[in-house]
C-alpha cells in the first residue's frame, strides 16, 4: 500500500505538471477564459492531492484500515474531480459538452471532503 500511495501521487504530479504547461500554452488558444480557470482548478486540486499522497505515502504505515480509505478517497477523488473538469472543459471547446461529467466533478469533491476528513479522524484516534 505504501508504494501504491507513492506511485500514485507521484504520476498525479507529474501529470499535473504536463497539464498545467498543456493549459497555459495550447490551451490557451482554444479556451475561453472561465474554461482556463476551470482547468486550472482540476490541475491544482490533483497537484494539491498528488503532494497529499506523497506525504501520507511516507508518513503511514497502513496498520489500520482508515488510512487505506484515506489513499482510496484521495486516489478515486482526485481521479473523477480533475479528470472530469478536464474532459468537460475540452469537450466545451470542441462544441461537443459531454455532460455525464458534470455529476462526477462532484462525486469526485465528495471523495476528496471525506478523505479529508478521514485523514483528520485518524489524527483524534
Known amino acids: 500500500m505504501i508504494v501504491f500511495t507513492q506511485v500514485i501521487g507521484a504520476l498525479y504530479g507529474m501529470l499535473a505538471v504536463l497539464f ?3 493549459g497555459a500554452h ?3 488558444k482554444i479556451f475561453s477564459e472561465e474554461q482556463l480557470k476551470s482547468f486550472e482548478t482540476g490541475v491544482k ?3 494539491y492531492h498528488a503532494i497529499v499522497l ?3 505515502g511516507f508518513n503511514f504505515d497502513f496498520s489500520i484500515g482508515i488510512e487505506r480509505y484515506v489513499v482510496y478517497c484521495f486516489s478515486i477523488g ?5 479528470f472530469s ?5 475540452l469537450s466545451a471547446a470542441k462544441n461537443k459538452k459531454i455532460k455525464i461529467l458534470g455529476p462526477i466533478t462532484p462525486l469526485g469533491g465528495l471523495f476528496l471532503v471525506i478523505g479529508w476528513g ?3 479522524f485518524s489524527f483524534l484516534d
Not at 482526485?78 to 480533475?82: A, G, R, V
Open 45 to 47: 486540486y490533483q497537484m
Open 20 to 22: 498545467g504547461a498543456f
Open 78 to 82: 482526485t481521479l473523477l474531480f480533475s
Open 118 to 120: 478521514l485523514l483528520l
Open 85 to 89: 473538469i478536464y474532459g468537460l472543459c
Open 54 to 56: 506523497l506525504v501520507v
Open 26 to 28: 495550447a490551451l490557451k
